[in-house]
């Protein structure tokens, strides 16, 4: 995958989470606003398992982390398997734009 699209399929995971979790992340982006006047998590990295996906994202003395498992092509959300059961495929690094964050203004 190319840098964008790794950035563009974490987004598509994050807009796929629970309303619950979207406030979570809503939270994380105040905190950081709080700190740099930016609601963004700029940095992260998305990790690709043979059994889902796990996006971390840091901020400045903030940070949101969401796993999102492939039930037969349906994300399921929930807590991290332990490490040592997952299959890693692949990673890369990501980063975002303040405005990749506009729809959690809401929440």
């Known amino acids: 995958m190319a840098r964008y699209d790794s950035e563009k399929f974490a987004l598509w995971i994050l807009d796929s989470m629970p309303d619950e979790k979207k406030k979570v992340l ?46 037969d092509g349906v994300l399921v959300f929930g807590r991290k398997p332990v490490a040592s059961k997952l299959h890693e495929i692949w990673h890369d690094s990501l980063h975002f734009n303040e405005c990749d964050f506009d729809a959690y203004w809401r929440y």
């Open 26 to 71: 809503a939270n994380a982006c105040a905190r950081n606003l709080h700190f740099t006047s930016a609601f963004v998590l700029e940095f992260g990295k998305i990790t690709t398992y043979k059994e889902g996906w796990y996006v971390e994202l840091t901020g400045t003395r903030s940070g949101f982390k969401v796993w999102a498992g492939d039930n």
